[in-house]
């Protein structure tokens, strides 16, 4: 079995592939990346992506976003835009983490991938996906550097 210690260094490295972010954003996808590859999670059809965004918003108490799938010009893979509260898959089969990352930006309210927006995508992510990969992802944020706090942050 691999030691939390070998991930963390692996979402270190990995940051590196985001050289054009900020090093917490980098860092935030690094560690995602990391817990895809250890603790998978699986893609949705583009229908089912419909249906599972309206079913975490009713439960989140959100109103439900325009879903739009696509290619565009951006680096992204996915993007939410909270002022015409739309969220925009460039696969028509994205993770179920891509869903719930873009979704934890309308809940939190939050543009960044600050505290506040990794306290809410491991929140919807416990809830709505599985809680081995929000345990996987918990510890990496600790692990990393950007929550350092085991007990009370996160
Ligand atoms: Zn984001």
């Known amino acids: 079995m691999t030691h939390i210690t070998e991930l963390?260094?692996?979402?270190?490295?990995?940051?590196?592939?985001?050289?054009?972010?900020?090093?917490?954003?980098?860092?935030v996808y690094s560690c995602e990346d990391v817990a895809q590859r250890h603790a998978p999670l699986r893609t949705l059809l583009r229908p089912e992506v419909v249906d599972f965004v309206a079913n975490v918003c009713?439960?989140?108490d959100v109103d439900i976003p325009h879903v739009e799938f696509g290619r565009r010009r951006t680096r992204c893979s996915a993007w939410a835009d909270r002022t015409t509260r739309t969220v925009w898959f460039g696969s028509a089969r994205?993770?179920?983490?891509?869903?719930?990352?873009?979704?934890?930006?309308?809940?939190?309210?939050?543009?960044?991938?600050?505290?506040?927006?990794?306290?809410?995508?491991?929140?919807?992510?416990?809830r709505h996906a599985g809680i081995q990969h929000a345990g996987l992802l918990r510890s990496?944020?600790?692990?990393?550097?950007?929550?350092n706090d085991p007990v009370h942050r996160l």
């Open 94 to 126: 994205p993770l179920v983490g891509t869903v719930l990352h873009e979704l934890a930006h309308l809940v939190a309210r939050a543009d960044a991938h600050d505290p506040e927006f990794r306290f809410t995508y491991l929140r919807l992510v416990r």
């Open 8 to 27: 963390v260094d692996e979402a270190v490295r990995g940051a590196r592939r985001y050289p054009r972010c900020s090093h917490e954003q980098a860092l």
């Open 58 to 60: 009713m439960e989140e």
């Open 140 to 147: 990496l944020y600790i692990g990393t550097g950007l929550d």
